[in-house]
């Protein structure tokens, strides 16, 4: 009859092939968690709609679908081709509903956006990035 535990070469090979797996998976998800937290996480920015105009001295900007926006949103208005802001606001200032959402508007009054090309620039803080960008010219009536 012939000794079970004799012939132990072979049960040894499979023990090493499974320590040095349990050793790559090991090291594999080391490096994994590090990476992952080096890499900061930039949300999507937001897709959204927003129609403007400007009367007199006043931009109506008003949010007609898309994503709600946060009220950390910043809104930019210069003239055309300057790059100095003549205005920075925050959505914040003027919702205290939690977002901007579809069909709210938003009115920004300044002397000089009367008779004046005004650019506009929306960006999304949390994804750090221009969602809209638009220019205004105030419509003359013909009468």
Known sequence: ?????????????????????????????????????????????????????????????????????????KIFFSYDGNKTPIKNYTVNYYITSGKWDISEMLEFSDPRFNNSRIQMIIIDVESNSIIVQDVFKEMKDNV
């Open 1 to 73: 009859m012939r000794k079970i535990g004799k012939n132990k070469k072979g049960v040894s090979e499979i023990v090493g092939v499974i320590l040095m797996l349990g050793m790559a998976i090991a090291l594999f998800a080391v490096v994994y968690i590090i990476a992952m937290d080096v890499i900061p996480y930039t949300p999507a920015a937001p897709s959204v709609r927003i129609s403007g105009e400007i009367k007199n001295d006043t931009i109506y900007l008003q949010h007609n679908g898309g994503d709600s926006l946060s009220l950390d949103t």
